[in-house]
């Protein structure tokens, strides 16, 4: 997904005037406190041990001892990156951002409102953020947990975490299930939630009091949360849940045939085709080499798709997450989604001819000509053709997938849509960390009211218990007239805030039900 470069490579030594410590057991972290803040930040927590060697494509292990006192002040390696589909066609179809990368790079962040020496408030409720980057890019090496905790008038606790990406983090296929993990990104996840929950009231936060959130793929990888363990996680990980665009692309079982194929060129092009066993090769295999073929095999894909993606596995993605809302099997207590108006436009060709049949054949490879007549029909009228594409890949993949959830989420659940122009895929994130440029709209009024509303959900499970006073109107459940709020500005000149409550939109949620229908086929 997209990606937004802001602040905070390091702590400036000028604003430290503390290194509080704290003992995690297995080692020791020396962090900092901004003096113009007094918020104190500790970056590149070890959660997990280095995932190299034989724990490649393993599930996460525990971080061995280390002795001494470890300085936790500049951030860490990212994760080993790729990019997005480039390709005008897509090949599956007959078969079934910039950061220092290492294969080393299960770390996280925590920052937290403090006194002048990093003493914690206490028993805070606290954020866990998830990055975006489409399970192949992005890290948390720009984000500034600071920008939270100011809109939230320090009332909270806030922690970024990394995990494994594309084929380091997703790597999937029969053979990797007997000899090695399905989803070890999405377990890696897992792990530093376990983390939280079992560290976090040295940092002030409050385990029971748990929200997570993210945005693209980071809102993709807490819908996966929500449904891990059919709903069931032990313990319980999190109270709230939070989705920026809702991130669902074909998520397959793990032994399907284009996971297959894909399992097959990963081999091949890594040299490991002969070996006695592909596993053992691959974890033998060089890390540039790796490196090359991840980006290789998911620059290949079809344009604005993603090829390392969360499969079903069985065990902690027991079924199709669609079957998961539809039965209710959900994990936390409620939910607040937000969607932008145009999520599609960023992942579809601005030059292609296809028409929204064809577009649906090439997006989702097991749609047969009655599925691509069906999405005619529902498309066939919504302004020019290449419009009708770009709503086809953002309803299908971002937004229909926000209300499945807000329907497993009943009575206990809020949605809203960011409408300002252009409203695109990641227009929103420039509000919730404001370190780089000023965002599109630099309203206060409105950066109250859409801030706010997340902290105040952080907090109080609710955007309608306000951390300050906003122009924010009472926010209606969904389920109370499929209410959502729309956080726009008006289009004529000097622009205002347009922060008002509105009902979707019936033939919105039609086209929903349809792909909520052949989720089978969309691999939903």
């Not at 691959?282 to 980006?295: E, I, Q």
């Not at 599609?344 to 599925?371: C, H, I, M, N």
Request: proline fraction near 6%; glycine fraction near 10%; hydrophobic fraction near 40%.
């Amino acid at each position: 997904m997209l990606t937004i470069n802001l602040l905070l490579l390091a702590i400036p030594l000028a604003v430290v005037q503390a290194a509080p410590t704290v003992n995690l057991g297995f080692a020791q972290y020396q962090g900092a406190v901004d003096a113009a803040t007094n918020i104190t930040s500790f970056l590149g927590i070890r959660y997990a041990a280095p995932p190299l060697g034989d724990l490649r494509f393993r599930a996460p292990a525990p971080p061995l001892n280390t002795s001494g006192v470890q300085l936790a002040t500049v951030q860490p390696n990212g994760c080993l990156q790729a990019t997005d589909g480039k390709s005008s066609t897509n090949p599956l179809e007959a078969r079934a951002a910039s950061v220092a990368p290492s294969e080393d790079c299960l770390f996280l962040n925590v920052f937290y409102p403090s006194d002048a020496v990093g003493t914690p408030l206490k028993d805070l409720p606290t954020l866990v953020w998830i990055h975006g980057g489409g399970y192949i890019s992005g890290s948390m090496s720009s984000l500034n947990g600071g920008d939270i905790i100011r809109q939230s008038n320090r009332g909270v606790v806030v922690v970024f975490i990394q995990y494994r990406l594309g084929m380091f983090g997703f790597l999937a296929g029969a053979e990797v299930k007997g000899n090695g993990t399905l989803n070890a990104g999405l377990l890696d996840q897992d792990f530093a939630l376990r983390f939280v929950n079992q560290h976090i009231t040295q940092f002030g936060g409050d385990p029971e009091k748990v929200t997570i959130w993210g945005e693209s793929a980071g809102a993709g990888s807490v819908l996966q949360h929500v449904v891990a363990n059919g709903g069931n996680t032990v313990p319980q990980l999190f109270r709230g849940a939070i989705t920026s665009s809702t991130f669902l692309p074909s998520q397959y079982d793990f032994d399907d045939p284009i996971i297959e194929f894909v399992l097959s060129e990963i081999v091949s092009q890594a040299n490991c085709s002969s070996a006695a066993n592909a596993l053992t090769c691959l974890r033998a295999a060089d890390t540039t080499l790796l490196s090359t073929v991840n980006a290789n095999i998911n620059s290949a894909g079809f344009f604005g798709t993603f090829t390392t993606v969360p499969v079903i596995d069985g065990e902690f993605i027991v079924q199709r997450p669609t079957l998961s809302f539809l039965d209710g099997q959900v994990n936390g207590q409620a939910l607040l989604s937000i969607t932008n108006t145009f999520e599609g436009t960023a992942f579809v060709d601005q030059a292609t001819k296809l028409t929204a049949a064809e577009y649906s054949l090439a997006l989702f490879p097991k749609f047969t000509q009655t599925q691509a007549d069906m999405v005619t029909q529902l498309y066939g009228g919504l302004g020019t053709q290449l419009f009708q594409v770009d709503a086809i890949h953002g309803e299908s993949i971002f937004i229909c997938p926000t209300y499945y959830m807000q329907d497993a989420f009943f009575g206990r659940s809020f949605k809203g849509e960011f409408a300002i122009p252009p409203g695109s895929h990641g227009s929103d994130l420039a509000y919730y960390f404001p370190g780089g440029a000023a965002p599109p709209f630099d309203n206060t009024q409105f950066i109250n009211a859409f801030t706010q509303s997340f902290t105040s959900f952080i907090i109080h499970q609710d955007p309608n218990i306000k951390v300050s006073n906003t122009i924010l109107p009472q926010w209606d459940g969904f389920v109370v007239g499929n209410t959502e709020m729309l956080f726009n500005e008006t289009a004529a000149a000097p622009h205002q805030p347009d922060v008002r409550p509105i009902q979707t939109d019936d033939a919105l949620l039609d086209r929903c039900l349809f792909w909520n229908s052949v989720g089978g086929l969309t691999g939903q």
